[in-house]
């Protein structure tokens, strides 16, 4: 399920060069940018990076933002595309239809590229509900302390729910009936998320993009084009930031391999340095600095990578609590369901015309046409989060026309979580330790128990004897027990267990990070992205952008 992205991301800012990711030069501060004293240098550009360093540089911060990977929207000088979309000016990127096609390898956006995720998933754009903040993150961080950073988000990057420029809905056989299933079936509430972001138990509805006019949205079309006016801020690709300099935690700079050459790039006297680089890149872009766990350095120190002296940094909670969403395909079919697959080469005429003539169609969107939550009690009084997505086709095997596809997961509240640990092959490359997913046996069993708890409403059913009317699910029986769907989604497979790559938590506020996003034992170097978010309820996108706009708050009121 997406392996490709899951070793090739995880490795990218530590390891070995990214190919196809040229420097990417830019306007702003171009001469001898690397000799240059910033105020603040910023990790990354990509979800949250991006959003940092245009609200650092907009208040006059001299802004340098480092990123390892190179373009990706056409507006950043990205070519990768298919022939009918040549002379558009459009990347695979732009066009919000072919997300999944990126996934499928023969690119390097699954490397590192500007934008980051946002410029290769799918444009889900849910605002946590408000308990995501009161219930799992420190003071100063509540959802009245997020309020105005949500609203500046919002007024940057629209939330809609009508996707097709012409104001049509299109692949809805699946939509309709997951929606006799769910909301005429198992009593769910047909709502409009936007409407009201704080009810997610038992709800459906369509889902939310972050899409301009047509073609996808994100930091990368909002923020970065406003900051790429100013004269104080840079943007340089093609950059791997090996380590932060700095003496028991006042950073000084950062080291950084540009042209092949390792160099030394300078702060400030009242600088900082943000880390952007993702929740695994970014604890362990902290591991190779000398800021973390006692072990960590243990390790490192005894190969010669890490010399083991005074200006370490110990902080235990650096990679402590990594978090990604467990799912589960189940595949459905029914006699109602026209699967639909969105091509990348050869799209079907008419809609590939539409699309070009008026940004309206089956490619004007991702291939999710609905979306649903619930939450489920745990016996200590306690709830876990669960959402769906309902996909346009089948999965794997499971390739008939009249197919889609249920991707659930896990959200807030479970008890799983790993760590970002170093590999031991002497390159101390930062990856997910083996205990992310299922760890805590309650979070299978909670999940399993939903599963079964809509199951129910569904028309009985098998594989081999599929029901006349309504949908009947292929790989997980209609008529399984909460036991045997337990085994099915904590069994590895191509169905279960999937990594969804919306790593976070790893850095997270008031263990790692002090409430205004600087590591804990340093003076100068934060961290603000997915790592210091605990889990959320929806798809974390919004989420980060929100920590991000909050954390660029909070380090100006500190500076």
Request: charged share 15%; hydrophobic share 35%; aromatic share 10%.
């Amino acid at each position: 399920m997406m392996p490709l992205l899951t070793l090739t991301v995880i490795a990218s800012f530590l390891s070995q060069s990214v190919l196809g990711a040229p420097q990417f030069e830019t306007r702003q501060n171009p001469a001898d940018w690397t000799s240059q004293e910033w105020d603040a240098i910023v990790v990354g550009a990509g979800t949250a990076g991006i959003i940092v360093a245009d609200r650092l540089s907009e208040v006059g911060k001299k802004t340098l933002l480092l990123e390892l990977g190179g373009p990706s929207y056409g507006v950043t000088g990205g070519t990768e595309r298919p022939a009918w979309l040549d002379g558009t000016g459009l990347s695979r990127v732009d066009v919000p239809g072919l997300y999944k096609s990126i996934f499928n390898g023969n690119t390097d956006l699954l490397s590192c590229t500007i934008g980051g995720n946002s410029a290769i998933n799918a444009g889900l754009y849910f605002q946590p509900p408000a308990s995501d903040w009161d219930d799992y993150h420190p003071e100063g961080w509540k959802s009245a302390d997020v309020k105005a950073a949500t609203q500046r988000l919002l007024d940057m990057q629209p939330s809609i729910t009508s996707y097709s420029s012409n104001g049509k809905f299109y692949m809805q056989s699946g939509y309709e009936a997951a929606k006799e299933w769910l909301v005429g079936g198992a009593g769910f509430s047909d709502v409009s998320f936007n409407e009201d972001p704080d009810n997610k138990h038992k709800v459906f509805g369509r889902p939310v993009y972050n899409y301009i006019n047509g073609q996808r949205g994100g930091p990368t079309r909002t923020y970065l084009q406003n900051a790429l006016k100013r004269k104080n801020f840079h943007l340089q690709t093609g950059v791997r930031v090996r380590r932060v300099n700095h003496m028991a935690g006042v950073a000084s700079g950062v080291a950084a391999d540009v042209n092949s050459s390792l160099i030394n790039i300078p702060l400030s006297s009242s600088g900082r340095v943000i880390l952007s680089a993702g929740a695994i890149a970014s604890p362990g872009l902290l591991m190779h600095s000398s800021i973390g766990p006692f072990e960590t350095f243990m390790n490192m120190s005894t190969t010669g990578f890490l010399p083991f002296n005074s200006t370490m940094v110990l902080n235990p909670a650096v990679g402590e609590g990594l978090f990604d969403n467990p799912n589960t395909y189940i595949e459905l079919a029914g006699p109602t369901i026209e699967s639909y697959v969105q091509d990348y080469n050869n799209p079907i005429p008419a809609d590939r015309d539409l699309y070009l003539s008026s940004r309206s169609g089956p490619y004007a969107f991702a291939s999710q046409t609905s979306a649903f939550w619930a939450y489920m009690p745990n016996s200590d009084g306690t709830r876990t989060g669960v959402q769906g997505t309902i996909d346009s086709s089948g999965h794997g095997a499971y390739g008939a026309n009249n197919t889609i596809t249920l991707n659930i997961y896990g959200t807030s509240g479970l008890g799983s979580a790993g760590r970002v640990i170093l590999s031991d092959d002497g390159n101390y490359v930062p990856g997910p330790s083996s205990d992310v997913y299922y760890s805590d046996p309650r979070d299978g069993k909670t999940i399993a128990k939903f599963i079964y708890s809509i199951f129910q409403s569904l028309p009985p059913s098998t594989p081999d004897s599929p029901a006349a009317h309504g949908l009947t699910p292929l790989n997980i029986p209609q008529n399984s027990t909460v036991e045997e769907i337990e085994t099915y989604i904590t069994t590895p497979s191509e169905y279960a267990v999937g990594a969804v790559q919306h790593w976070s938590s790893s850095c997270r506020i008031g263990k790692c990070v002090d409430t205004d996003t600087k590591v804990i034992g340093t003076q100068n170097i934060h961290v603000v992205d997915a790592s210091i978010i605990s889990p959320l309820t929806v798809n974390p996108q919004f989420g980060v952008m929100v920590a991000a706009e909050k954390g660029a708050e909070r380090i100006l009121k500190t500076w």
